[in-house]
């Protein structure tokens, strides 16, 4: 045979119509060719597809990776990378319907990898549903599963609640997040994460310190889908003066969406405390937010809880929300982990 073997290589500008012919073409495809093997087409969000991201979305500092074979494109591989903490998400993997479709992608993650330790990349952080062996295929390239999230949507026929007015905040002791809150903000997250994770993810107090939508922490499965310009962030104070080493009993981000995507809520909550103030407070500032502000009220709103999370789950689903999708979380190290330094007994 004289067909040339396929090649991955990065996407050009004269690949952008036949990429974008190639993510409609593998998103319209059975299960095992949709991105990351999502549920899109059977997603009950009509006018969102779940987890596909427009290639109008498409920004500077991210990367595309395509696998080209005898002069067209059979395989596609999105990355968004995090400057401030030289980490990368894979947040699209397709390939169009074949016998090599595994196999192509399987290319495309280690070129990925590679690529990525080259350029300095410490960590590849993936979200994907656990069928067609989607997590198979990230284990194979030394992905290590560390959690799974629940995704849920709020539909935007349900109305939201009334905005919350300073006084009801005042009582629920909820305000706008601060930079000064990053050593609460770290406590409080230690108190809800199991250590193996926080061990995983590797959070610092400068990370904790960025606010708006360049906030990045606590790390969701929807955060590089869901491109938010609108994200505000608030903490509720502990009104038992903090146990568990925090200040801080909640924390929330509530990003409002400008197109035609859901608006998002994610929580960090301390165990054992009420929630259900910042939720309703967070459906009431998206209200707010959306009144007179040409936004949508109807795009409904998503969510993400880990399963070591609960009852968080619980409470967003009385308040509304239904979950629509289980999700697993991988991430591959570039870096290797040594042990701490320590004194030990001089030997003559």
């Known amino acids: 045979m004289n067909s040339r073997p396929g090649r991955v290589r990065a996407a050009r500008l004269t690949d952008f119509a036949a990429l974008g012919e190639l993510s409609r073409l593998a998103q319209g495809q059975s299960a095992d060719t949709r991105s990351l093997g999502l549920p899109i087409s059977a997603s009950p969000i009509g006018m969102f597809n779940l987890f596909r991201l427009p290639l109008g979305a498409f920004r500077p500092h991210d990367l595309l990776y395509v696998y080209e074979e005898e002069g067209r494109l059979a395989g596609l591989l999105r990355v968004e990378r995090e400057s401030h903490r030289d980490e990368w998400t894979i ?126 922490v606590p790390r969701s499965s929807l955060t590089p889908i869901l491109r938010l310009a609108d994200v505000e962030v608030y903490v509720q104070q502990a009104e038992d003066g903090g146990r568990d080493g925090t200040t801080l009993n909640g924390f929330i981000q509530v990003g409002v ?54 009852p968080l789950d619980r409470g967003l689903e009385e308040a509304g929300f239904v979950p629509i999708a289980t999700v697993t979380l991988l991430m591959k190290e570039t870096m290797i982990r040594v042990a701490e330094p320590a004194l030990v007994p001089a030997v003559r």
């Open 257 to 310: 969406a400008k197109e035609d995507q859901p608006h998002y809520l994610k929580l960090l909550v301390r165990p054992g405390a009420d929630f259900r103030p910042l939720v309703r407070f967070g459906l009431g500032l998206i209200a707010a937010r959306t009144r007179g502000s040409g936004a949508r009220q109807d795009h409904g709103v998503m969510g993400a809880v880990r399963t070591y999370e609960a």
């Open 91 to 216: 947040v699209e993997l397709d390939a169009v319907a074949s016998p090599e479709a595994g196999d192509i992608r399987y290319k495309l993650i280690q070129f990925l990898l590679r690529d990525g330790a080259r350029r300095g990349a410490l960590r590849f952080h993936v979200a994907c549903s656990d069928s067609s062996d989607n997590v198979e295929l990230f284990m194979q390239a030394g992905f290590v599963r560390y959690g799974d999230e629940t995704v849920l949507f709020r539909s935007g026929d349900k109305p939201l609640p009334e905005p919350s007015s300073d006084a009801e905040m005042h009582a629920c002791r909820i305000r706008p997040a601060a930079s000064l809150d990053a050593l609460s903000l770290a406590r409080l997250y230690g108190a809800a994460t199991p250590v193996p994770v926080q061990r995983l993810e590797s959070y610092r107090l400068a990370d904790w310190e960025r606010q708006g939508p360049s906030w990045r």
